[in-house]
């Protein structure tokens, strides 16, 4: 293969600027002045095979890509709790493909169902593609519970990109979301979890799991409906419409659904939160208590993660399933206009478009 120095040295500009390396730093990791790897970007020189191989690693892409004649793909991936999408896009930030298919969150389906569920679709996504040409990001629901972050890494790897990184889905949101603005995404789905940007600095608020979260998730709104169903059916609670509701959704009758709420996981049990909206349609009582709790739970939780930014107003990108219901926005959305000064939105698009900003961003192309 012909070696053309300009290409080589834009190549290695931009991989050394994704990862936040001066030339002093970069020579400094791999045994070499500054001067030299000023040599070797203006195109007046070029490393060893040795030293290439070293840079590559250090900057964490392929070495074949340092060399490559430009072809550059993007890669960015979402995996949800419910389902996994893939965009594909060029230089250009055109779309070339898209691709949707089953979850993939490692703590629920485990990590070696969820790594055989991202290899079968990013060769779909990539077919015809060289894996070396593509520079990918992974936001993936689990991807940083325990040693999922890590275990992902590895697999992703062996699979040869150009670069990459993996995440939690998050941070596609944020992306999608705000961008580079300070603010907060607040997701409102099978899981409730709250990030704040603030200079380029991320923290989580909440969304510790369905274990140890208290409200403003469909798993909670379920869990709380499914109590109400069963304190109605032994008597220690008030009657309510949820029972019909619940009967509606699931028709075994009270002893089968214990045994399908326990066995069937947190997307089932979250499955019972319309239950809550439609008794609420229906004028219940007990079902508005339980909206009005997991809205409570979910502003305060907003409130306190407000008090941490200092503009005004406030950007809040909402996103999750639950945008999708009236009954839960409007009743979030008002209590939150009435304590704060915020702007709301909900996210406008697919969080798989984040994913792929931050392809772009890793491969030194930033946002479009």
Same mark, same amino acid.
């Given at each position: 293969?012909?070696?053309?120095?300009?290409?080589?040295?834009? /190549?290695?500009?931009?991989?050394?600027?994704?990862? #936040?390396? &001066?030339?002093?730093?970069?020579?400094?990791?791999?045994?070499?002045?500054?001067? %030299?790897?000023?040599?070797?970007?203006?195109?007046?020189?070029?490393?060893?095979?040795? &030293?290439?191989?070293?840079?590559?690693?250090? @900057?964490? =892409?392929?070495?074949?890509?340092?060399?490559? !004649? #430009?072809?550059?793909?993007?890669?960015?991936?979402?995996?949800?709790?419910?389902?996994?999408?893939?965009?594909?896009?060029? %230089?250009?930030?055109?779309?070339?493909?898209?691709?949707? +298919?089953?979850?993939?969150?490692?703590?629920?389906?485990?990590?070696? /169902?969820? +790594?055989?569920?991202?290899?079968?679709?990013?060769?779909?996504?990539?077919?015809?593609?060289?894996?070396?040409? $593509?520079?990918?990001?992974?936001?993936?629901?689990?991807? &940083?519970?325990?040693? %999922?972050?890590?275990?992902?890494?590895?697999?992703?790897?062996?699979?040869?990109?150009?670069?990459?990184?993996? !995440?939690?889905? /998050?941070?596609?949101?944020?992306?999608?979301?705000?961008?580079?603005?300070?603010?907060? +995404? =607040?997701?409102?789905?099978?899981?409730?979890?709250?990030? &704040?940007?603030?200079?380029?600095?991320?923290?989580?608020?909440?969304?510790?799991?369905?274990?140890?979260?208290?409200?403003?998730?469909?798993? /909670?709104?379920?869990?709380?409906?499914?109590? *109400?169903?069963?304190?109605?059916?032994?008597?220690?609670?008030?009657?309510?419409?949820?029972?019909?509701?619940?009967?509606?959704?699931?028709?075994?009758?009270?002893? *089968? @659904?214990?045994?399908? *709420?326990?066995?069937?996981?947190?997307?089932?049990?979250?499955?019972?939160?319309? *239950?809550?909206?439609?008794?609420?349609?229906?004028?219940?009582?007990?079902?508005?208590?339980?909206?009005?709790?997991?809205?409570? $739970?979910?502003?305060?939780?907003?409130?306190?993660?407000?008090?941490?930014?200092?503009?005004?107003?406030?950007?809040?990108?909402?996103?999750?399933?639950?945008?999708?219901?009236?009954?839960?926005?409007?009743?979030?959305? !008002?209590?939150?206009?009435?304590?704060?000064?915020?702007?709301?939105?909900? @996210?406008?698009?697919?969080?798989?478009?984040?994913?792929?900003?931050?392809?772009?961003?890793?491969?030194?192309?930033?946002?479009?």
């Amino acid at each position: 293969m012909k070696i053309d120095l300009q290409r080589f040295a834009r /190549n290695l500009r931009n991989a050394r600027n994704a990862q #936040g390396l &001066t030339q002093r730093e970069l020579g400094e990791r791999i045994g070499f002045s500054e001067k %030299t790897v000023s040599k070797w970007e203006c195109g007046a020189a070029l490393p060893d095979v040795g &030293t290439l191989f070293s840079i590559a690693e250090l @900057l964490r =892409v392929n070495a074949e890509t340092l060399l490559s !004649d #430009g072809k550059r793909y993007f890669l960015g991936i979402d995996g949800g709790g419910t389902k996994t999408d893939l965009a594909l896009a060029d %230089t250009g930030g055109t779309i070339l493909r898209t691709h949707r +298919t089953s979850a993939c969150n490692p703590v629920d389906i485990g990590i070696e /169902n969820a +790594t055989v569920i991202l290899r079968e679709a990013i060769f779909e996504i990539c077919r015809g593609i060289r894996l070396s040409e $593509v520079t990918m990001f992974a936001g993936i629901a689990g991807g &940083t519970s325990g040693k %999922t972050r890590e275990q992902l890494h590895a697999f992703f790897s062996e699979l040869g990109f150009a670069q990459f990184e993996n !995440d939690s889905d /998050n941070q596609n949101i944020i992306a999608a979301g705000l961008g580079t603005r300070d603010g907060m +995404t =607040v997701i409102l789905g099978t899981g409730f979890c709250i990030y &704040t940007q603030r200079s380029g600095v991320r923290k989580r608020i909440s969304g510790w799991g369905y274990l140890l979260d208290d409200g403003g998730s469909g798993y /909670n709104l379920g869990r709380d409906a499914l109590h *109400a169903y069963f304190a109605a059916y032994d008597g220690t609670g008030e009657k309510t419409l949820l029972a019909e509701e619940i009967d509606r959704i699931y028709a075994g009758g009270a002893d *089968a @659904l214990i045994a399908y *709420a326990y066995s069937a996981g947190k997307r089932a049990v979250a499955s019972f939160a319309p *239950a809550v909206f439609a008794a609420c349609a229906r004028g219940d009582a007990v079902a508005r208590a339980i909206l009005e709790r997991n809205v409570h $739970v979910a502003a305060d939780l907003i409130g306190r993660a407000a008090a941490t930014l200092t503009c005004e107003p406030i950007p809040v990108v909402l996103a999750g399933g639950l945008t999708g219901v009236p009954q839960m926005m409007d009743a979030l959305c !008002d209590r939150l206009r009435k304590s704060g000064s915020y702007q709301l939105g909900i @996210l406008q698009c697919e969080p798989v478009q984040g994913a792929l900003m931050l392809a772009r961003r890793l491969g030194g192309v930033g946002d479009e």
